[in-house]
């Protein structure tokens, strides 16, 4: 029986996996998730630990994807109706990044890299216009942008405090609850203060 529950959560997610009706937004997380989410993960690991082949490996990665997600952008619409077609996106993202197949690798050496440099100078052109024009369009809407930013600052500030409001809702309270005391022994200090200052007066008066 250890055993049986043991294989649950693997079996229940094969076969959510492998069901093309009823798993369509099980199968896009997934995909999601090791197409964007483990490489980004990896991506950091090998940043952070400056290993330089497992840096390269993920470089290479990432423009094999980013080829794949331009395609998809066009083709999307007119394929993914096809039956299982997001299961063999998920196959395809883990031929991608599996060590033992290193997929990336074989489509960047195979098609990207010829590709790109035969038509590098072209592209480089591209590139060069495009962020020229980027450049230009910042620099002319500059105040639009510090605008923008603004508004968004406040959106997100305000957006954070809700948040806290609705995950702490007594923490405000509390606050008021704690100097509430305190403005009430000041009252009550200058009710107790009041007679002494008119005892005070009475025999200064008396006194003259």
């Excluded at 395809?92 to 060590?99: A, I």
Aim: proline share 4%; net charge negative.
């Amino acid at each position: 029986m250890a055993l049986f529950g043991s294989n649950m959560p693997s079996e229940v997610g094969l076969r959510l996996l492998l069901c093309p009706l009823g798993s369509n937004i099980v199968v896009r997380t997934a995909c999601c998730s090791v197409g964007v989410a483990l490489p980004v993960y990896s991506t950091f690991k090998a940043i952070e630990t400056r290993d330089q082949t497992e840096q390269q490996r993920w470089l290479v990665y990432w423009a094999a994807y980013g080829c794949f997600s331009i395609a998809e952008v066009f083709t999307d619409k007119l394929i993914s109706w096809f039956p299982l077609y997001y299961h063999m996106k998920f196959g395809f993202l883990v031929w991608l990044q599996l060590p033992s197949v290193d997929g990336a690798k074989q489509l960047y050496v195979t098609h990207l890299r010829p590709f790109l440099l035969k038509h590098q100078a072209r592209l480089d052109q591209i590139v060069e216009f495009s962020y020229g024009e980027m450049g230009k369009f910042v620099s002319a809407h500059q105040a639009e942008i510090q605008f923008a930013k603004t508004l968004l600052v406040k959106m997100w500030m305000s957006a954070n405090e809700m948040a806290n409001d609705i995950l702490h809702p007594g923490q405000r309270r509390g606050t008021g609850a704690i100097e509430g005391p305190r403005t009430l022994r000041s009252r009550a200090n200058d009710v107790i203060e009041g007679p002494e200052t008119q005892v005070e007066n009475s025999e200064s008066e008396n006194d003259e």
